[in-house]
């Protein structure tokens, strides 16, 4: 009897342990299900906010190419109407009165044959292109008579194999002195700014 | 229980320790993009400033006889460079990067400009004909003291040819030592002063100052002798002067290799520009519609414009007569109806 009452106490003590032990099991797979869900949502959120880092970079950086592609397209026009405005006044090419003073809009047409001659003449032509390269750059100043008869005049030409080129047009006159039997002729300066 | 308390606890700081590292990684990240975007907005501001003023400046030399102003926010300091060796020029704003070059630009100004008020006065350099433009620069903070001189002509006249707006002082009583006359009070209020003087009538050697002797015989806006004088130092060789818009320049220079640089660049131009009015007498020449008595009358100018290619800043005498002969010739081309040289 003893001895049976010895065997149902250890077979209960078993069941005790066997059941603590399945409970530490489920407990132990529960925590184990917990830290992997957190684990999930930190990476979850990491790759969020990557995302969202990425995102809004991507915007940030396509704005600031916008404003940037913006801002050389108007330092480009301000250049060419800078060199327009510069080719319009050069006292070398322009008219004269009696008095020295400036003919508004005219280009004496000598003045510009011998410009055109001097930036052609290999004696001359690198003294004259390195003066005239600092107002021009990388442009290309052509004065066009229009009237009566069409004859172009490039001055200037600095072509670095442009992609865009911008033009500026101005209407002028060109005097054609030649004592008392001078006229006056129609055309315009055609001023073009290249940019890579 | 004491386990699973502890794995509570290793979770929660573990989790503290991510906030703490992931934050501080955010917290860089932003710190790095404010960083780069202060410094791309502070170079994009100093580059727009450069620009304005550089853009300014060659816009003014289109203005003839122009007074010009140029404000900005705050205070820039300004370096304005020219090398003799290689004849090139150009300006340099502190805190910005590089240098900008000024090909064609001649200007005369102090090395060292510190303003946000940029004074631009132009006058043409003629002989006769228009070789460039002068570009005087200065500042609100630069006077100009015009010691009277015994002739009681010259310093009255550089008074009133200077534009209204520029900070000058005439100095009618004679006083060689400046400190023991009121005039020391007036230029303290200026960050720094010009002396101009003429042949003897000179402050003590103690003082800055540029000594002008004009030529006796043709008067202040022909030709004639610069010495800048500096303190304390024997005055070094005689610079020279041209036409009046060169004088200016030497006023507002303030160092004789600064002002023969700037010379030197406006005379490389004249060069150029008298043989382009030579190559255009030419072409006139051989038209064969040109009137030719006209012909006969351009053998004189061609000869005149061919002599001046081989002028240097020393030869001011011939460039003057030159330049006046050329001036007559021009008028009497225009009388007798034929085409004029310039």
Redesign the interface.
Known sequence: MNYLWTIEISRTRDAHRYIDEKNEIS?MMK?TKR?QI?LGE?ITI?II?IIL?VVGIAFWSKFNQADIKQSIAE?QD?YVI?LA??AS?L??LRC?S?Q?VPKVNCF?W??L???N??MHDPL?KK??FD?Y???FENSRITFEQLYPEDINITVYDNNISAQRSQMIVIPVVFEK??????FMTFGWIMVEGYTR | MIR?NK?GII?IQFNWI?VLI?GFI?FL?IISIINSQKKQSDQTLNIDIM?LIT?EI??KQ?IFNSYNEIHTTSVYDLQFSCDKDTKQAGIYIKGTEGNIEL??EVLFTTTKLSTNNIIIWTS?F?T???V?RFMFITSPGTAFLIYNDSANQYAKQIYYDLPANITKIYVNSFAPDISSSSILKQTKAFKNYHIICFDDDCPANKYNYLRITPSPDNGLYSYGDLAYHRAGVPTDALSKYVTKSSLFGAIFSDSRDFYECEVARAY??MN??G???L??MK??TD?P???PD?VTYFAGPQAILSDMKSLSIKDVSTLYADTNELSMDN?NL?D?????I?
Not at chain 2, 336 to 340: A, E, L, R, T
């Open positions: 407990h925590l830290s957190q930190s990491i906010v880092l330092s301000r800078q405005k510069t006044e006292p070398e004269y009696a020295d004496d000598y003045k044959l011998a410009l001659q001097t001359t003294e004259a003066y390269n600092g107002y002195s030649l004592g008392r039997r001078g | 699973k794995k979770e991510f992931a955010i990240f620009s853009t060659k816009n289109q090909p064609t043409d003629s006769p004909f228009t460039t490389d131009q150029l520009k043989s382009l009015h190559t255009r072409l006139l038209n519609d040109i009137d006209c008028r225009e007798k109806g034929c085409p004029q310039y």
